[in-house]
Antibody
């Protein structure tokens, strides 16, 4: 059974960089069968797709976040990561990582990141 | 970007009711649509993919239909466990986009 777990600081100061890691167990992140995805949900609001990375490193980002977001994969650790630079209070959200296949979709439990001084 | 619009935003229903949620895409997405259920404080649960395929383990009272720009999620007989917020998501093209959500409340 595949499991995903987000990790990273729960509090980030405005203008700094938010960094999260998603550790994948029960399956290889190098598989060509899946997309690796970051999604966030501000408190009390809906789901927002941030970006997707494929096993070969191809990345796709939400256009309004593209200038501040980087998603990368570390196959040696079976992890993928999210960095968001120059954060503001609007980046406060629960951040989820997920693995999307043709007929499956597994999510981590989510981690709340607050942006505050 | 493809805009996804769900209706209604809130739906009040009783146990046993047949419930239908609509999701409209601003341009054709073929059948590249997923539906999720989310309960407060919980991770979204994958219900349906490719517009009408039921994820393994999802009760058969859930069904999805549609193609192109109009899609529906139907719960044939609403159960107490089904009171939640439902989201559609298109994955036809990047950027992937979600609908704003439909909250199913107890009447």
């Amino acid at each position: 059974q595949v499991e995903l777990q987000e990790s990273g600081p729960g509090l980030v100061k405005p203008s700094e960089t938010l960094s999260l890691t998603c550790t994948v167990s029960g399956g290889s992140i190098s598989s060509d069968s899946y997309y690796w995805v970051w999604i966030r949900q501000p408190p009390g609001k809906g789901l927002e797709w941030i970006g997707t990375i494929y096993y070969n490193g191809d990345t796709y980002y939400k256009p309004s976040l593209k200038s501040r977001v980087t998603i990368s994969v570390d196959t040696s650790k079976n992890q993928f990561s999210l960095k968001v630079t120059s954060v503001t209070a609007a980046d406060t959200a629960v951040y989820y990582c997920s693995r999307r296949g043709s007929d499956t979709d597994y999510w981590g439990q989510g981690t709340l990141v607050a942006v505050s001084s | 970007d493809i805009q996804m619009t769900q209706s209604p935003s809130t739906l009040s229903a009783s146990v046993g009711d047949r419930v239908t949620i609509t999701c409209r895409a601003s341009q054709s997405i073929s059948t590249w649509l997923a539906w999720y259920q989310q309960k407060p404080g919980k991770t979204p649960k994958f219900l349906i993919y490719k517009a009408s395929s039921l994820e393994s383990g999802v009760p058969s009272r859930f069904s999805g239909s549609g193609s192109g720009t109009e899609f529906t999620l139907t719960i044939s007989s609403l159960q107490p466990d089904d009171f939640a917020t439902y989201y559609c998501q298109q994955y036809n093209s990047y950027p992937w986009t979600f609908g704003q959500g439909t909250k199913v409340e107890i009447k």
